[in-house]
């Protein structure tokens, strides 16, 4: 079983900055991604990272979020610039394996003044 640990949410005022982390245990992840999920709306994908470098965003985040792994450590991080208050919600990290889809538990991350 594929555990993940999230790190790094917070509140940060608009213009702002953060870096969320996400450890998994287990390796060959195929896919390591984000999305995230604001209150009363559908999760919602980010960005992902995949094993042979190659990344992918959605477009309201490009030129803002980073996205990088380390396959040796097994860690996909997101580093978000110029947050706005619409970035507010509930991230999470996905991992995929095969055909097995892996989540976090979520970490809050609130952009406001």
């Known amino acids: 079983q594929v555990q993940l640990v999230e790190s790094g949410g917070g509140l940060v005022q608009p213009g702002g900055s953060l870096r969320l982390s996400c450890a998994a245990s287990g390796s060959f992840f195929s896919i390591m991604a984000w999305y995230r999920q604001a209150p009363g709306r559908q999760r919602e994908f980010i960005a992902s990272?995949?094993?042979?470098?190659?990344?992918n965003y959605i477009d309201f985040v490009k030129g803002r979020f980073t996205i990088s792994r380390d396959n040796a450590k097994n860690t996909v991080d997101l580093q978000m610039n110029s947050l706005k208050p619409e970035d507010t919600a509930v991230y999470y990290c996905?991992?995929?394996?095969?055909?097995?889809?892996?989540w976090g538990q979520g970490t809050q991350v609130t952009v406001s003044s």
């Open positions: 990272a995949f094993s042979d470098g190659n990344t």
């Open positions: 996905n991992v995929r394996r095969g055909t097995t889809s892996y």
